[in-house]
């Protein structure tokens, strides 16, 4: 019989793990969202041009003819699209850089559009491309970038519902996940991956990597392969992305849950692993034909999983290092800031309904040139909570706030956060912090059980002020600036830079914030990014249907925002279907690269071929600078 949770998105697959009940009290919900409408009324946190958001003036009392007259954008905002192609404004080109299937190296397997490829798909690009970093070694560039999932039915066509019926059809699933580094080059006809380089690798479920930090060595990371519980096989579910400034690339393991199962169904799942929603069966099969994911036979497997993973893409032979320290949850992405006393700070967003933002703060302060290897190994993790007066702490997660020990912290950072009462967010997606003001913005993306269900821990998710409305489809954008100008500060205000909304629908908060007009309108921010010109880049993965609540959306789309005015305008579509994620620039900021996964458009290849998630570059026609 035909398994339907195959077409579930990975936040409705996760929903069927841990079923939870409906709130009853939805009155009251209502009631209290509406007393702390924050927005709305103004949550007059900031200073100068930011508090002009918070009390929704700006717009409003500037047309758009006006607007584009004075503002910062470089084009002409683009409409939107339903179409099957990529769009972006007048005087610049779109081109393709590499596809799921194309050859690393000049050995690789040629693409299928039957099948995608064969076994050895190690040495091709892996599927729906996501987080990504470009780093300059000498005069080359190398682009590191993430794998985040596959689609079953385009792999493995031939069975039912996709699902692998054999363990060498869960290893092309394996090699096909994880992450990809590539050199890449630009030439007369335009950018290329560089075949055989020696910086090409593919790193996927069964890679070696070390384990560090606090967990490192607990019993809860111990396996018969691994009795010390230092060493792991693989990361998976690779979402989105960081970069250090000495030159590492972090990756971050979002929806592990979803790779293990359980061959025994009298397995007792334990409250820990309800509230990862680590359930019986897997998406994918894995624990019929690869006993490492199979919970009766090696229960602690999934614990080695949900971590920052940190690569050196300049070194194709290092070992990955799993930085326990940073928590263990579903990470989105891992912004990297050097606070103005030197310590690292690094964003995270846990992204599931109901979860929390966090900051990890180091212990020592960045040095150039020094060994880096402790810095995202001794340090202090914090949890994020947000008052409706626009203030907002970063709860620290110790021995002491939560009652459990330091490794236990970085393994059940969920339990830990629940624990000290921190805000339950709309699912954070990207954290990205402004290079030329102190202030970092996080996307959240939507959250239709606000007001309606608690998290997976049974944590109340009542309308709050940084999250106000019920059943929110649309999401929202929050941004903090944290005290004396220094993100290691344990106190911050914070506003909301945009509620996404349809004030073609709605006369209420589910119009939107001011800053969202008829040219603007969006669902479901996810990747962001800034540019050196301190620009916001905003790529969305929403509905697409352009009907109902989300008419006049169109396609998934990248905008771009200026925090200063809060102006924000559409500058790319892609082909339907797909979600746009993972954006970086090349060296000279004349090229952009931008992720576009699981279109459902035959892109781009064209009708009767495969779709294929691809990474594409953006230019200017004058090969200007764009970001
Ligand atoms: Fe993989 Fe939350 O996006
Ligand atoms: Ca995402
Ligand atoms: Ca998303
Ligand atoms: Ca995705």
Redesign the pocket.
Known sequence: MADKRVDLS?DDWDELQSARPDENDFDRVVESALSRRGFLSGVLAFGSGAAVMGAGALLSSTTAAEAAKTNRFAFKPIGVATDATVHVPEGYTWDILTRWGDPLFSDAPEFDHATGGDIKSDRIFGE?T?GMELFELEDRQLIAVNH??VNPKLNLPQNEDGKPVSAEEVLKFQNLQGVTVMEVTEGAQGWDVVQDSPYNRRIHHNTPMRIAGPAAGHDMLKTDADPHGVEVLGTMNN?GSGKTPWGTYLTCEENFNGYFGSTDASFERSDAFKRYGIGLESRYDYEKFDARYDLSKNPNEPNRFGYIVEIDPTDPNSTPVKRTALGRFKHENAEVVIAKDGRVVVYLGDDERGEYLYKFVSADVYKPGADTENLLNEGQLYVAKFNADGSGTWIALTPATTGMDAADICIHTRLAASSVGATTMDRPEWVAANPISVEAYCALTNNKNRGKKPNAGGDDTSANAVNPRDENHYGQIVRWRPALENHASDTFTWDLYVMAGNPNLYGDQYGGSSNINAGNLFNSP?GMAFDSAGLLWIQT?GNYKNEGDYEGMGNNQMLVGDPVTGEIVRFMTVPYGA?V?GLCWSADRRSMFVGI??PAAPFPDGAGKLARSAVVVVKREDNGILG
Request: net charge negative; with cysteine.
């Open positions: 990975w729906n996501d985040e999932y979402c996810d993965d979600e994620t996964q699981h």
